[in-house]
């Protein structure tokens, strides 16, 4: 990627480095978080303009762990089938929510 015979070209990371700097500046997450640890899987916005993230936290607080989980798994369900994520990016977001306290109501 660039002019050089290896590694990125400078004015490549730049670019690519000024494109996350304005994604984050306009409060996109970058990558989905559950439960204030980063995945690394991408947060993906649906076909109705909603991120991962924002479906993942629609519905909190929740009333146990397990539905939390259950939640989580239907949402990157879908995800999968609409070709937005890939298996291993739905295992990991499910692993994720595994083990990552969830607030649960009272």
């Not at 590694?7 to 990371?13: A, Q, S």
């Not at 494109?19 to 640890?37: C, P």
């Not at 936290?57 to 239907?74: G, N």
Request: some cysteine.
């Amino acid at each position: 990627m660039g002019d050089e015979d290896y590694g990125i070209d400078p004015k490549m990371l730049k670019r690519i480095a000024g494109e996350i700097r304005e994604v984050v500046s306009l409060g996109m997450q970058v990558a989905v978080v559950i439960g204030g640890v980063a995945t690394g899987v991408p947060n993906v916005v649906d076909r109705r303009g909603c991120s991962v993230n924002d479906l993942i936290a629609d519905e909190l607080p929740w009333p146990s762990t397990a539905r939390f989980v259950q939640h989580v798994d239907h949402v990157v369900r879908d995800l999968h089938a609409e070709g937005l994520l890939d298996g291993r990016q739905r295992a990991a977001l499910t692993r994720a929510a595994l083990h990552v306290a969830r607030p649960v109501r009272r």
